[in-house]
């Protein structure tokens, strides 16, 4: 399958199960289909030939969002079964980090829980033994509304900062695990933009710039968005001014994070909300954006249940 056309079947069920309304409803933002040594945030722009192969290890992340409030989820797929201790490594280490986590609980703690039991795995390929090892610089966030990085960061090593969840903050419990080094890079095209949450008024001289800017206030606000969003909605001959955006600090273009070596990587995400002692999880296919992200991805993965760690979502 192509790997546009993947991630647009899907986007379509979530704008059909959630029936989408503008800013109201709908996608949280783009679609990774981070391949092998890509680790996190890439999607395909327009005219991307990429097609998902036998021996690829895709992380797939998407998010869905009602009145702001956002779903990060994501899972692995990996069709080769000699990669599973990898999967499984990663599925345990996020286990690990919603059970650590809780109200008063201090981040680097369950940094240092994660890295613990993600490199208690190993996986063998091509007859080499590698230890499984967290991505350092990559990690979970805490979430507001219409704003899918909040400010607070999970690490999955040890060594962070000794910040304190609170109660009431809303998190991605996110975790990456590595045949590697451990560490990524920004690389590739750029695909994924973003208004800077908390920017006020930035003077722009392009028409162009201006009228873009208006086509994303309306349709994304400050959620993430991809050019094949803007190609949608209609849009041509944009990325001048989508660069001036950029440059003159209103928005931002993040490139996918890549392996300093070319490793392979695999990644697991949960959502959940801290309420008095408990991390909750939203479960069941009727649980407002959450259950619609789980269905959505019933619609393209159903003939290859089996391969998919559907854990990041809701099981």
């Known amino acids: ?37 890509v680790a996190a945030h890439w999607t395909p722009n327009a005219g991307d030939k990429t097609v998902l192969q036998y021996d690829d290890v895709m ?38 980090g919603v059970r650590e986590a809780g109200i008063d609980v201090r981040l680097c703690d369950i940094g240092a829980a994660v890295q613990e039991v993600m490199e208690s795995y190993e996986v063998e390929l091509d007859g080499k033994t590698y230890q499984v090892k967290p991505i350092r610089n990559l990690n979970g966030h805490s979430i507001r509304p219409y704003q899918i990085h909040a400010g607070k960061s999970v ?16 998190y991605a419990i996110e975790t990456f695990g590595s045949t590697g080094k451990g560490y990524v890079r920004e690389d ?24 873009l800017l208006a086509t994303i206030d309306k349709h994304f606000g400050t959620l993430a968005f991809c050019r094949r969003y803007l190609d949608r909605l209609g849009e041509t001959k944009y990325l001048m001014a989508l660069k001036n955006l950029c440059d003159a ?48 991805v019933s619609v393209i993965f159903s003939a290859g249940k089996p391969f998919i760690q559907k854990h990041a979502i809701l099981t």
């Open 188 to 211: 590739l095209e750029c695909s994924h933009y973003m208004k800077n949450f908390d920017v006020g008024h930035v003077p722009l001289r392009l028409p162009r710039a201006k009228a």
């Open 59 to 96: 992380k797939l992340d998407f998010g869905t969002q009602i009145d702001g409030r956002i779903i990060d989820s994501a899972f692995t797929v990996a069709f080769n079964p000699r990669y599973n201790p990898l999967l499984e490594a990663v599925k345990d280490a996020t286990n690990t």
């Open 249 to 296: 600090g209103g928005r931002r273009g993040l490139r996918a994070s890549v392996a300093v070596s070319r490793a392979v990587h695999n990644n697991v995400t949960t959502t959940g909300s801290l309420r008095l002692r408990l991390v909750q999880h939203a479960r069941g296919a009727g649980c407002g954006a959450a259950g619609l992200a789980r269905r959505a």
């Open 1 to 37: 399958i192509l790997l546009t056309q993947l991630c647009e079947t899907l986007e379509d069920s979530v704008r059909n199960l959630i029936e989408a309304r503008g800013l109201d409803a709908g996608i949280a933002f783009p679609t990774g289909c981070s391949l092998n040594w």
């Open 155 to 170: 690490p999955i090593v040890k060594g962070g900062e000794a910040t304190r969840m609170e109660e009431g903050e809303f």
